[in-house]
Nanobody
Framework: VQLQASGGGSVQAGGSLRLSCVAS???????????MAWYRQVPGKERELVAG???????NYADSVKGRFTISRDNSRKTVYLRMNDLKPEDTAVYYC????????????WGPGTQVTVSS
């Protein structure tokens, strides 16, 4: 597994979680130059972009999470984070991280993701 996501869980609406995504040793040397993003997917739907952060730490967010989620990265730890506040039931999904190219394609294989469940 090249990217290991963790930190998911079950929370009530309005709660918070912080997800982490750590790169494996095999991609340590190329982590910092890559743009990173968090995605999420629910059964029967396409995987969607939640938040992205460029190699220069410029961030962007899906409209549905703006003001509630914050993406950050620590290149020294080869880790990207997603702080999620004011969670809503519609945030329930499996969350994944990956690096992305300018054309939108993904760089590495998908890991198993981490499940986030928000109850009302």
């Amino acid at each position: 597994v090249q990217l290991q996501a963790s930190g998911g869980g079950s929370v009530q609406a309005g709660g918070s979680l912080r997800l982490s995504c750590v790169a494996s040793r095999s991609i340590f040397s190329v982590f910092a130059p890559n743009h990173m993003a968090w995605y999420r997917q629910v059964p029967g739907k396409e995987r969607e972009l939640v938040a992205g952060i460029t190699s220069g730490s410029i961030t962007n967010y899906a409209d549905s999470v703006k003001g509630r989620f914050t993406i950050s990265r620590d290149n020294s730890r080869k880790t990207v984070y997603l702080r999620m506040n004011d969670l809503k039931p519609e945030d329930t999904a499996v969350y994944y991280c990956n690096a992305y190219r300018a054309d939108g394609s993904y760089v590495w294989n998908w890991g198993p993701g981490t499940q986030v469940t928000v109850s009302s």
